[in-house]
């Protein structure tokens, strides 16, 4: 007979929690406490195997995750503090996060679909989502749990956990115009994504609802080449604003770059508070990237009730690149 | 009878290694190909489980990785991409990794423990490693395998990939004294911690080889704010040195912020290579992370042999903030 975690719990003196807690949280567990229960598991040969525990649960306590390549020009720490919020999350709920790479979507949801058949994952978070995105209606073909970080524009069918967008633009204008600015720019990404689009709405409706009037809107990919190129035409715009909302950290990086090679005046504003824009002095738009971390293992355990609030305020830290009129 | 592979491989018409593929690494099979194998996978009610398949080869191909917090103040990207080169290397072997969090790293190794004793991981990759670590001898005593990305400078019992920091703060050296820098200086953390000593080391010992006068040599925690005093010591020298070799980019990046500052000439080139690095057009020299990543993968897949080539070059990559003499 093998022993079994009530019989180590018995030979240790402790609860059958507290084995537990030793086995799948033992920084919960004091160091001595942990020593006799070890000691008891090795004593009596016990041999607790997960994989057993999974194929009786038909859980595998694992959630899925494609790991994006790291774009050469994306300024980071977003994508790592979202990783760690999971993994931190799911350590409180006794689940892992399995690590996979796919050369595109369609190979994330067959490395998904064939990961859930196989019993190695329960569930996939999704996250980068688009407007028309393949993954979800795919996942739900093949019956793969997910919950999605982002939205679509057609979410109804599955939780989804999102920043409000449209906010963090929104707090970045009336900052502007607290600051006595007047005519308020906006740079980003070319329309047509859910992100992109929410971020500009901020900026255009918090201008009307202000009374302020709108400056250039200039679109482009996310680069610093093309930041710095859209900061010259701000710059040589015949009537050129006096301050600029950016979508992202990126193309504000690019941009600063050219503001401050010509000694220029010119307010700005990124979005995603990366570790670039705290090394440029550079205001940005933070994203609650740990709270949504959180919320999207709490939506894959839980599925949440349709009124639940998924849409999280993201915040406006503010540094040199706005703070001179 | 449950259906077997062969059994589906038959029914679809190919050879049980495409069954595989479609299972564990669907984007190598050809569209058409997929769809016959998962048709028969329906048709037959086959239900691979790795789980099942784990018990077997008392192998969960789970490879365990503590994510650490991220630091507000580390410019990112090599995390990043270490992590993204492990999983990729990790998926060509048929193994994936599980993240888990721990407070420290008594808590990291006891994860470490837990898992390994439950079955949920094969072995174990340690990163940021110093001397005295207190990692290694504690899995070693438990028995969990391991490969560690570093050294500890006692490393003989075990797999390990490190890159070469002298190296790389050598060819920064040599750069500089080329494009006609006579007195160089070094900013970097405090001596003690094996990566910092190797990266001072091929600074100092490439002035002497080169017959240079041996710049101010400045020390202090990684942050902005402490390489942005440090680069306002380098400029108030009596003998100012006209180059730095800095041992970060996030030193590089608060020295840069003083010397732009104050419009004043000094040569830099960081370490890491982050994006911030390309964001502040500073030079930098970057890390091998992908083939680290990949190396790390092999060594504990196929231990290597003891003469094996292990110490991985650096490359320079040179940017606006050194071409200047």
């Known amino acids: 007979m093998q022993p079994t975690v009530e019989d180590v719990a018995r030979a240790a003196g402790v609860s059958r ?24 598991i090795d004593r009596l040969g016990y041999r607790p195997n997960r994989l057993a525990q999974g194929l009786r649960a038909s859980s595998s306590r694992m959630i899925g995750y494609r790991l994006e390549p790291v774009h050469p020009h994306a300024l980071g720490s977003i994508h790592d503090r979202f990783l760690h919020a999971l993994a931190d999350a799911g350590r409180a709920e006794d689940h892992h996060l399995l690590l996979y790479t796919a050369d595109d979507a369609e190979g994330e949801v067959a490395g998904a679909v064939a990961l859930h058949k196989a019993g190695a994952i329960d569930a996939l978070v999704l996250y980068g989502l688009h407007s028309g995105d393949p993954r979800p209606p795919a996942l739900r073909a093949h019956r793969v749990p997910f919950a999605a970080f982002g939205r679509t524009g057609d979410d109804d069918g599955h939780p989804w956990v999102d920043v409000d967008n449209t906010a963090g633009t929104a707090a970045a204008t009336r900052h502007l115009a607290e600051a006595g600015h007047r005519r308020i720019a906006f740079v980003g990404y070319p329309p047509g994504s859910a992100v992109g689009d929410r971020r500009a709405e901020g900026w255009r409706s918090t201008c009307a609802a202000l009374g302020l009037r709108l400056g250039p809107d200039l679109r482009g990919e996310d680069s610093l080449t093309v930041g710095a190129a859209l900061g010259a035409r701000l710059l040589d715009d015949p009537d050129p604003p006096t301050a600029v909302v950016v979508a992202t950290d990126t193309l504000a990086a690019g941009l600063l770059r050219t503001v401050r090679g010509r000694g220029a005046r010119l307010a700005v504003v990124g979005f995603d508070d990366t570790p670039t824009a705290a090394a440029l002095d550079l205001s940005s738009v933070r994203q609650p990237i740990e709270a949504a971390g959180h919320a999207m293992i709490a939506a894959l ?14 915040e406006l830290i503010v540094r040199g690149s706005s703070s001179t009129p």
């Open 17 to 40: 929690q507290t084995v537990s807690n030793v086995l799948n949280a033992p920084e919960r567990v004091r160091p001595e406490t942990r020593e006799r229960v070890e000691a008891a």
């Open 301 to 314: 355990l839980n599925p949440p009730p349709p009124d639940a609030t998924r849409l999280l305020p993201p």
